[in-house]
């Protein structure tokens, strides 16, 4: 299996911070990354796929870049509403998996 | 609206079988793949498996093989995941979810777009 490490595990910010979120993958998975936004008691919600491809109807404060191992998810200015847990995952196997989570919240 | 629904909550005892369900309208069912998510409690995300309604063609994790069943009934548009056997380490909130395809070339970008909204697997006895 290819193991998605993300740091950090959880992260405090203030509405209006830039924030940085960090994948990292076992093995080179070229772009197939894509990043996922979860509320408590809801399912998750697509951000961002092929590791900087925003999806239709997200916010352009959100951005992904990398390739190869390292990606990283950046909200550029923080809303209440972005504070969530955020899930990073490898689409390069066919066994896909997600990383364990960076939960973002208020400072 | 292109969307999944998912069976209700479900509270079963250890060595219970189990059949959940995830219905997609809105869309070609059988053109999509949907994979199935595991989430026990206040953890993170699990991949299971993913199964392509137009074949029945399944691919589990290998944490999950021979664990659960996946399938599919394309007549009725409905994917399902399924224990013979439950345990209370299966207690965990299960998604559904619908893999998309962006073709770029030669090269095919995937993600899961569409989620159900979630069903609640409780095992206790």
């Known amino acids: ?107 | 609206e292109v969307q999944l629904v998912q069976s209700g909550a479900e509270v079963k005892k250890p060595g219970e079988s189990l059949k959940i369900s995830c219905k997609g309208s809105g869309y070609s069912f059988t053109s999509y793949w949907i994979g199935w998510v595991r989430q026990m409690p206040g953890k993170g995300l699990e991949w299971m498996g993913i199964i392509y309604p137009g074949d029945s063609d399944t691919r589990y994790s290998p944490s999950f093989q021979g664990q659960v069943t996946i399938s599919a009934d394309k007549s009725i548009s409905t994917a399902y995941l399924q224990w013979s056997s439950l345990k209370a380490s299966d207690t965990a909130m299960y998604y559904c979810a619908r893999r998309f395809a962006v073709v770029r070339g030669v090269i095919i970008w995937s993600a899961f777009d569409i989620w159900g909204q979630g069903t609640m697997v409780t095992v206790s006895s």
Not at chain 1, 46 to 65: C, H, K, M, N, T
Not at chain 1, 69 to 86: G, K, N, R, V, W
Request: charged share 15%; with cysteine; hydrophobic share 30%.
């Open chain 1, 1 to 107: 299996d290819i193991q998605m490490t993300q740091s950090p595990s959880s992260l405090s910010a203030s509405v209006g911070d830039r924030v940085t979120i960090t994948c990292r993958a076992s093995q080179s998975i070229s772009s197939y990354l894509n990043w996922y936004q979860q509320k408590p008691g809801k399912a998750p919600k697509l951000l961002i796929y092929a590791a900087s491809s925003l999806q239709s109807g997200v916010p352009s404060r959100f951005s992904g870049s990398g390739s190869g191992t390292d990606f990283t998810l950046t909200i550029s200015s923080l809303q209440p509403e972005d504070f969530a847990t955020y899930y990073c995952q490898q689409s390069y196997s066919t066994l896909w998996t997600f990383g364990q989570g960076t939960k973002l919240e208020i400072k």
